[in-house]
């Protein structure tokens, strides 16, 4: 038989995995400690974790194990429809975390020779669903301080198929503004293009309802929001996520997804994990507190420049600091604590990082551990 690399296809051959936060297992291995004992700020998800009732459902839901899951998770795609105004369920497609639906969107819609823009940092598994489907994405820098250039963009974006933009953005925490967002939504309408604008880290943010394109998919059938069980809701290792947008686009990739994609436990979960407004009001309170206590501590340490977030996590140039992103990241290791070092980002050197907000006790570890370890 020839060598199996000589079989695979070259779009596939070429991939390279996306590195992420929440390695948790790996930093285990490397530093010593027990999984249990590290204190993960490199993956920016509910502190709190998931609501007891939504874990409760899961646990009722063990006796379905024995059959196949709803394929289409009618009943989640019916109690996210009821979560905001004016959405049916055949708006929503439910996916195997919200990663499911990058991939998903990207083979459904890239055809030979199309491109798709995507900004530069952002989330990396946009680049590699659309290289996945054997096109070449094409790269668009922030500006210096982090925000979309509407003008650059709007240059960039011509005749693209897909514009993927992630609201706030991962890793910067940055929020992109109403305007410039609707302008390039507007501008993808006017050329056939389409927009995949990723919200899982709004729910963290204070004016979510008013920033969420989610109500404006009647107006942008265009439009794809995505958003996750993953983040606020804290559902994490169940893998649930979804997307909003018009019956049309809907349609398509219901037909395109794998059967079965979600399991019966994720979608009981997720379905009382929505109702469960007294877990996300705790959870928000803490949020906005802990931020503000982090800010603070961080500002203290004068050689970090920090962004202000949008989101739960913090953005940090640390190059004053005379250590990169991998330096502190395997000095804080060996105190137990995990942090996010970006260098593996597109368009960002060595000297980033990102911290995810966590309750009061890890964030004054966190704190100590840095004053401990960074020259002020
Ligand atoms: C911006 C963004 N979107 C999506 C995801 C993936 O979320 P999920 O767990 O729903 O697949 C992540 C994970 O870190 C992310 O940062």
Known sequence: MKPVENLVKDSIKNLKPCAHGGEILDAAGKSG???EEILDFSSSVNPLGPSKKALEAAKNSFKEIATYPDSNSNELRQAIADHFDGLSKTNVIV?????ELMYLFAETFMKKGDTA?????????YESAVRKTGETPKFVKLDKNFNVDATVFAHEMVGAKIVFLCN???PTSILIPSETLTGIIEKALEQDSLVFLDEDFLEFVENEKALSMINKIKAYPNLFIL?????????TGLRVGYGIASEEIINVLLCAKIPWNVNCLAQAAAVVAL??????????????NEKAFLSTELEKIKSFKVFPPDANFFFIDI???GLTATELKNKLLRQGILIRDCTSFREL??????VAVKTREENERLIEALKRTVKN
């Open 33 to 35: 400690f027990k999984r």
């Open 95 to 99: 996916g195997n975390g919200s990663t």
């Open 117 to 125: 823009v995507i900004p530069a940092p952002t989330f990396g598994e």
């Open 168 to 170: 706030p953005n991962n």
């Open 227 to 235: 958003r996750s069980f993953t983040k606020i809701f804290g559902l």
């Open 275 to 288: 109702k469960d407004g007294e877990h996300l009001r705790v959870t928000r309170e803490l949020i906005k």
């Open 319 to 321: 190059r004053k600091s």
């Open 349 to 354: 050197d060595e000297y980033f990082i990102r």
